[in-house]
């Protein structure tokens, strides 16, 4: 059974840090372009990072220079480090593997809400 889990989602506070994981069953995170999203409250899900197989790496302005895409293919995860946060970076963050060939995978989501 092909599986994305998220984990790492908690309330911080402005300014802080923490990271998300996304733990891949079924295929190997390594094999495909890996993306994080953004949901916020009654928003679309918005594109925030991702990483090819080849390790190419990009992310929307708002989110350069305080996060950071990673995989640890041994884990078969992805993670999105996410420092100095914004009260804007607040949403449900989903991980999601493209699939050249089939339909794409989704995680379930793990929320993020920074607030003071």
């Known amino acids: 059974q092909v599986q994305l889990v998220e984990s790492g989602g908690v309330t911080a506070q402005p300014g802080g840090s923490l990271r998300l994981s996304c733990a891949a069953s079924?295929?190997?995170?390594?094999?495909?372009?890996m993306g994080w999203y953004r949901q916020r409250a009654g928003g679309a899900r918005e594109w925030v990072a991702e990483i090819t197989s080849g390790r190419f790496i990009l992310y929307e302005d708002r989110v350069k220079g305080r996060f950071t895409i990673a995989r640890d293919d041994t884990k078969n995860t992805v993670y999105l480090q996410m420092h100095d946060l914004k009260e804007e970076d607040t949403g449900v963050y989903f991980c999601?593997?493209?699939?050249?060939?089939?339909?794409?995978?989704w995680g379930q989501g793990t929320r993020v809400t920074v607030s003071s």
């Open positions: 999601k593997a493209t699939i050249p060939t089939a339909n794409d995978i």
């Open positions: 079924g295929i190997a995170v390594s094999a495909y372009k």
